[in-house]
């Protein structure tokens, strides 16, 4: 490949798929309007456009760049924002996504990647989930990126937009920041820099399937030529109690953490955890970063 667009470059994942793509010798654009991302986080080598994924010039803009890939991971990523403010959920994950989508139509783009979630299905009871779960999100957030990924098959049927749909388990690692989808490991590497008292939500017995951002972007570098007309899981296929996750962090820090119990969160969800299979078969992908070891990587940072 050698061009490619990434909506939300600046961001946490985003950042970390622009450097591997760079490093690949691709030339890369980024789409990012630093509502969530960090200049910082940015890839001197990329070119930036700081624009709304909204935009009305993004059509045009897609077309000029003519790239063979457009990887969308732009959004506004924070549950608890999405249920105070689910007008603002909708303009970004489902109306900027059109947005994207029809530039990408009208431009010929090869290829649409895009990053969904775990936050899709809700609060449904299963030991593992498989991506033929029914889908009932509890927050606007799961509902804005559900609505998202009809649109996105849609624009398959319609118009013969190939793509490949990534829902992610929880991501962690470098420049995540501490909220969002899955913000909880960074949230608790912040606090515990800061000497502050931890809060954890309910009980800490609910479950998530963490997985490590680099595990997350090969996954989608591999999408690039497979898996087309696919929704897949990028999950290690594993989860792990938040109370024990933080004695795992307990064991890198090597001295006690403060902690707290606190109130559940509104659209919080009990248990997560998504079967990979699936990625793997159609994919070739695996993921290789075990959680003890990514954690490390996340409180050196
Ligand atoms: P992030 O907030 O760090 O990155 C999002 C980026 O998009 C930011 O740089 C932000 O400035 C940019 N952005 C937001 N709205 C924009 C707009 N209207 N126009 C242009 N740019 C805009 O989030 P992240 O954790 O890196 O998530 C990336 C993607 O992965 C998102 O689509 C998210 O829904 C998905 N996801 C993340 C997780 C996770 O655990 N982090 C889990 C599941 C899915």
Not at 126 to 152: H, M, N, Q, V, W
Not at 211 to 238: F, Q
Request: charged share 20%; hydrophobic share 35%.
């Amino acid at each position: 490949m050698t061009k490619a667009i990434v909506t939300g470059g600046a961001g946490f994942i985003g950042s970390h798929l622009v450097d591997e793509l760079l490093s690949k010798g691709t030339e890369v654009f980024v789409i990012d309007n630093f509502s969530s991302g960090n200049s910082s986080n940015l890839n001197p080598n990329a070119k930036l456009f700081n624009i709304d994924i909204g935009d009305f010039q993004i059509k045009s803009l897609i077309q000029e760049l003519k790239p063979d890939a457009l990887f969308h991971l732009a959004a506004q990523a924070d549950v608890g924002r999405s249920v105070g403010n689910p007008s603002e959920d909708e303009r970004v994950n489902i109306n900027g996504t059109i947005n994207l989508l029809q530039g990408c139509v009208e431009a010929s783009v090869p290829k649409f990647i895009f990053s969904s979630t775990s936050a899709v299905y809700g609060n449904i009871q299963r030991d593992i989930i498989t991506e033929k779960e029914s889908t009932t999100p509890s927050s606007f957030y799961g509902l804005s990126k559900l609505a998202a990924e009809y649109y996105i098959r849609l624009f398959y049927e319609l118009f013969g937009l190939r793509y490949t749909i990534l829902r992610y388990a929880n991501v962690y690692g470098p420049r995540q920041l501490p909220k969002g989808d899955g913000g909880v490991v960074s949230v608790f590497l912040d606090r515990i820099k800061r000497a502050e008292l931890i809060k954890v939500h309910g009980d800490g017995e609910q479950t998530r399937d963490f997985i490590y951002v680099k595990d997350v972007v090969s996954a989608n570098i591999a999408s690039l030529h497979k898996a087309d007309g696919k929704t897949l899981h990028i999950s290690t296929g594993e989860s792990i109690s938040i109370n024990n996750l933080l004695k795992l962090i307990e064991g890198i820090h090597r001295l006690p953490i403060k902690k707290e119990n606190a109130p559940s969160r509104t659209g919080d969800i009990r248990h997560s955890c998504l079967s990979n299979q699936l990625a793997k078969e159609y994919l070739q992908w695996q993921p290789d970063v075990p959680l003890l070891e990514g954690l490390r990587h996340a409180y050196l940072k």
